[in-house]
């Protein structure tokens, strides 16, 4: 069983940058990046396929996140610039996808989050 463990997280101005890893135990196909706010319900950010091609990025993010991957190193990366304080929010990566790359339900496997709060 492949586990996920999320890092890069932090505290950040307005219009600043963080990247985000998700390094995983062993090989993986489908990564699925989501976030969840306080008192709000998980959402789905973008998700990335073996070959670094994305998904189409969340409405919110789009022209600011850049999802990638390092196969070598069994890393994904989600490069976070202009960020936003309603960017704020616990940053997931997701794996063992079946089904809607963009429903949380479709994961089987999960990393433990990591917490970005942007200040305005």
């Known amino acids: 069983q492949v586990q996920l463990v999320e890092s890069g997280g932090g505290l950040v101005q307005t219009g600043g940058s963080l990247r985000l890893s998700c390094a995983a135990s062993?090989?993986?196909?489908?990564i699925g990046w989501f976030r969840q706010a306080p008192e709000k319900e998980r959402e789905f950010v973008v998700a990335?396929?073996?070959?670094?091609?994305?998904?189409e990025y969340t409405d919110s993010v789009k022209g600011r996140f850049t999802v990638s991957r390092d196969n070598a190193k069994n890393t994904a990366y989600l490069q976070m610039n202009t960020l936003k304080p309603e960017d704020t929010a616990v940053y997931y990566c997701?794996?063992?996808?079946?089904?809607?790359?963009?429903?949380?339900?479709?994961?089987?496997?999960w990393g433990q989050g990591t917490q970005v709060t942007v200040s305005s």
């Open positions: 997701a794996t063992n996808l079946r089904g809607d790359p963009r429903r949380t339900g479709s994961y089987a496997t």
């Open positions: 990335v396929n073996w070959d670094g091609l994305p998904t």
């Open positions: 062993g090989r993986t196909s489908f």
